[in-house]
């Protein structure tokens, strides 16, 4: 009906009562009474005609998918688990599974005649009546001891193999392949728990001037991949991922396309055919377009007050300058709306048409697999998709710009938003690098740094305060920005205790026993990463890319065991400069500063 941008609901189970609850969002300008009749009238046809065997298989199936994919991740399985166990005991959580794989059409009827009454709904607002209303009786809380007497769980997961994460091992057990038309295949088979397999595969096309001012094209064409097939509606789609116990995404930029899958070994070959599917076949039915146009512009329209929005949007546009229509150059939200509302299907038919396909690309494949099994596959589905046109990396260069300290007001907004930043000429091949982007983990890189430690947890300013150093693999271009969410009146507090840390840094730089347990947890932490199949064979495509192998990562470890404290001081005052820094704060400042609150000059014009 196109009435709302966007529909979810969910379920929310509680030791006591839970509830059901449904939202839908509007594009601005949209009738709330109308989507609020729809819903109801959807509500209302549930009772009165209850999903079929067919839908309900349909919800089962992805379910079961989603439950059984679950237990791959320990770090999930243990949130969830508490969830339940606060419910009464965690062993619900198996027993609502069991539960629901016995659901019929008969249960759904039942359920929703007796609670999805008009007296059981809140719709947001208050509409006193005479008669009191038709209450829904609800059962009292169950006898959880007695609902898990001699309940027996299901078989263990699989558990997988004690993988060795070092850059050496993963290197040593990678095996690569060039496809015919270019395409560079790198697979790591290991076993994993559950059996799972993730896979990421990377498009390359165009170059400067060929993809110049097909930006939002290029983004739209990434998006509706996934929205159907010459062969599979939208649902259809969805349904066959839900039988195969995979999931995929796609997207698109101005120079690249991504799609990642992560499924089981049984489903592997089958996903990467329907991926294949997905990526040389799409439909681009005129309704998902719009439905998606909607849903873009409702976004984006949402962000035109959000201090969270336009504090970083400001930075970026500040620090990088490239004119409208380069695919490097920082848009605004205005020009996006009107980039979306301009867009055509066929404008979307035709970049894909121009630059899709996989002369230029990488898949790297990570999991429990069959190395020949894959590659005849990928060969099969991937190995005769030639590009239409040339492709390029487009680098950036640094400009050289003015520092400014703005204020953008956002009237009746309850939070602000701090964000300060520059730019360097620099890239990750850079001798400096590692030294520099050590130190910007100990200013403000984790929970430990101190921007964190000062400003969130000592001065309690800030609900989140933290730092980035972004720098390019090719483009001696790097970004050096600071983020940090507060109350309007105490952005300017953020932003003295920010100038005051870095002031410390430059007088003092770190200590010996700072940068140690830095060193201590950050390689720890490269090492967990490697263990995560998805990120790994992320870095795996990137390598393919750049020509890049795993002793780069050993590498950078190896340099960042070397440094010394002296080091990383010396860096940090060879490039950070306090007079460089741009600042941009988005807040509603001058309710706080009528309020007496002591809140930030008014905005610069």
């Known amino acids: ?22 939202a839908a969002e509007v594009r601005k300008g949209g009738s709330l009474d ?62 609502d599974r069991d539960r629901t794989e016995k659901i019929t059409p008969e249960d759904i009827a039942r359920v929703a005649k007796r609670y999805l009454k008009d007296s059981n709904l809140t719709v947001g607002r208050f509409e006193p009546v005479d008669v009191a209303p038709e209450r829904a009786e609800v059962h009292p809380t169950p006898d959880v001891a007695a609902m898990l007497n001699n309940y027996a769980g299901r078989a263990a997961v699989e558990q997988g193999e004690a993988f060795d994460p070092t850059p050496a091992n993963i290197e040593s057990r990678l095996q690569r392949v060039t496809l015919a038309n270019g395409l560079k295949l790198v697979m790591l088979p ?25 930006g939002t094209a290029a983004q739209f064409a990434g998006a509706m991949l996934m929205r159907g097939t010459q062969k599979h509606t939208r649902q259809q789609l969805q349904d066959e991922l839900d039988q195969l116990k995979a999931q995929m995404n796609a997207n698109a930029a101005d120079n690249d396309a991504n799609l990642s899958v992560t499924t089981i070994h049984a489903s592997i070959v089958p996903a990467l055919r329907l991926a294949a599917e997905v990526l040389r076949q799409p439909a681009f039915p005129e309704t998902e377009f719009e439905t998606l146009r909607q849903a873009s512009l409702g976004r984006t329209e949402g962000s035109l007050k959000e201090p969270g929005a336009l504090a970083p949007l400001a930075l970026r546009r500040h620090l990088i300058r490239y004119p409208a229509g380069d695919p490097r150059a920082v848009t605004t939200l205005e020009e996006d709306i009107a980039n979306t509302k301009k867009l055509t299907l066929a404008d979307v038919k035709k970049f894909y048409n121009d630059f899709f396909g996989a002369s230029n690309a990488e898949l790297a494949i990570v999991g429990d697999f069959d190395p020949a099994e894959v590659r005849k596959v990928v060969e099969q589905e991937f190995g005769t998709w030639k590009s239409p046109a040339a492709y390029q990396l487009v680098l950036r260069k640094r400009d050289a710009v003015t520092p400014v300290d703005q204020m953008i007001e956002t009237p009746d907004k ?17 001798a400096d690098y590692p030294a520099l982007m050590f130190a910007n983990r100990m200013l403000g890189g984790d929970l430990k740094s101190r921007l964190w430690l000062r400003i969130r947890e000592k001065e309690g300013f800030s609900y989140g305060v933290g730092s980035a150093l972004v720098a390019s693999a090719r483009s001696p271009f790097a970004q050096f920005m600071v983020n940090a969410t507060a109350v309007p009146q105490n952005i300017l507090k953020v932003e003295d205790a920010f100038k005051d840390e870095i002031a410390k840094m430059l007088k003092d730089g770190f200590t010996d026993s700072e940068v140690a347990a830095a060193k201590k947890t950050y390689l720890e932490e490269r090492m967990l990463g490697r263990t995560q199949d998805a990120g790994l064979a992320r870095t795996l495509a990137q390598n393919e890319q750049f020509g890049w192998t795993m002793a780069r990562d050993a590498a950078l470890d190896s340099k960042i065991t070397a440094l010394t404290t002296a080091q990383i001081n010396a860096t940090v005052r060879k490039y950070m400069d306090p007079a460089a820094i741009s600042y941009f704060k988005a807040g509603d400042f001058k309710k706080a500063e009528r309020t007496g609150a002591g809140g930030p000059p008014p905005a610069v014009p």
């Open 414 to 430: 309850a939070n602000a938003v701090f964000m300060a930043g520059f730019t360097l000429a620099m890239n990750q091949d850079d």
């Open 1 to 22: 009906s196109k009435k709302a941008i966007s529909v979810a609901g969910e379920n929310n189970q509680l030791h006591d009562a839970g509830y059901l609850l449904f």
């Open 190 to 214: 290991k076993k994993t728990r559950g059996g799972t397999v993730t896979a990421s595969l990377a498009l390359h096309y165009g170059d400067e001037k060929s993809v110049f001012d097909k």
């Open 34 to 95: 109308d989507v609020r009749q729809t819903m109801q009238s959807v509500l209302d046809g549930i009772v009165k005609e209850p999903p079929n065997k067919e839908e309900i298989d349909r919800v089962l199936t992805r379910r079961k998918k989603d439950f059984e994919l679950l237990f791959n991740n320990p770090q999930r399985v243990a949130l969830l688990m508490s969830e339940w166990a606060s419910m009464g005991d965690w062993r619900l959580m198996f027993l």
